[in-house]
């Protein structure tokens, strides 16, 4: 099956060999709706843990807040820094990739305003 969007249409290939398609109107009720507002504050686990190369933090902000997420050896050093900005409030993912980090337990942490919370991640070399 093959699927497009032309000039405001949704095009879509079927087994017969013919052609579906409506108006993307008919389809999309909303466009860029705002997300629902997260009830509170949250720092998930890493995902995947154990990583290798990359994982996903993800975190939840009921206010608008000045938010950083560090990345902390087993002896507290700061290892990285992801994130060091104001944020709204919303769900975020951070991507990381580290390059130079030895395999191992590591932590990662995020302040935001009052909030802070710590978890433990594994990367495998």
């Known amino acids: 099956m093959s699927v497009t969007v032309l000039g405001g249409n949704l095009f879509a290939g079927t087994r017969g060999g013919g052609v579906w398609y409506r108006p993307l109107s008919e389809i999309v009720t909303e466009v ?18 154990p990583f290798n190369p990359a994982t996903i933090i993800r975190c939840e902000l009921p206010h608008p807040e000045h938010v950083t997420i560090t990345v902390v050896d087993l002896l507290g050093r700061e290892v990285a820094r992801l994130v060091d900005a104001r944020r709204e409030a919303g769900v975020y993912s951070v991507d990381f990739t580290p390059h130079d980090l030895a395999g191992g337990v ?20």
Do not use: H, W
Not at 32 to 49: D, K, R, T, V, W
Not at 108 to 114: K, Q, S
């Open 106 to 125: 590591n932590f990662y942490r995020i302040t935001a305003g009052r909030n802070n919370a710590t978890k433990k991640m594994v990367l495998l070399k």
């Open 32 to 49: 860029g709706s705002e997300m629902e507002q997260p009830a509170g504050f949250s720092l998930g686990q890493n995902y995947p843990n």
